[in-house]
C-alpha cells in the first residue's frame, strides 16, 4: 500500500519561508519520480516541481527561483523549501508519485501566506 504523508504547512507573512516535507511508504522510494502540486481555492490543482531518481528537477515558472525540491532516498522523504512567499502561494500543498499507470496523493497540507 502505497501512503504518502505532508507535513510542514502553516500560516506566514509575505516573504517567509517554510520547507514541506512528504514521507512515503510502500514504494521503492528512490525509482520513483516524486511531485509537489497545489490547489487554491476555487482554482484547479497545479503542478509546482518534480524531481526524478537521478535529482532532475522540474518547476513551475511561477515558482522558479523561490521554491526547491529536493529528496532524500534514505529517508523516503521528498521536501519543497519554499522562500520568498507570496499570498498568491497560498493553497493545499499535495504529494504525488506514480506507479503501475495508477497515481498516488496524500491528503495535503495547508499553506496562507497573509500579512
Known amino acids: 500500500q502505497v501512503q504518502l504523508v505532508e507535513s510542514g504547512g502553516g500560516l506566514v507573512q509575505p516573504g517567509d519561508s517554510l520547507r514541506l516535507s512528504c514521507e512515503a511508504s510502500?514504494?521503492?522510494?528512490?525509482?520513483?519520480?516524486m511531485g509537489w502540486f497545489r490547489q487554491a481555492a476555487g482554482k484547479q490543482r497545479e503542478l509546482v516541481a518534480t524531481?526524478?531518481?537521478?535529482?532532475?528537477?522540474y518547476y513551475a515558472d511561477s515558482v522558479k527561483g523561490r521554491f526547491t525540491i529536493s529528496r532524500d532516498n534514505a529517508k523516503n522523504t521528498v521536501y519543497l523549501q519554499m522562500n520568498s512567499l507570496k499570498p498568491e502561494d497560498t493553497a493545499v500543498y499535495y504529494c504525488?508519485?506514480?506507479?503501475?499507470?495508477?497515481?498516488?496523493w496524500g491528503r495535503g497540507t495547508q499553506v496562507t501566506v497573509s500579512s
Open positions: 524531481i526524478r531518481s537521478g535529482q532532475e528537477t
Open positions: 510502500g514504494i521503492i522510494f528512490s525509482l520513483y519520480v
Open positions: 504525488k508519485t506514480s506507479r503501475n499507470s495508477r497515481d498516488y
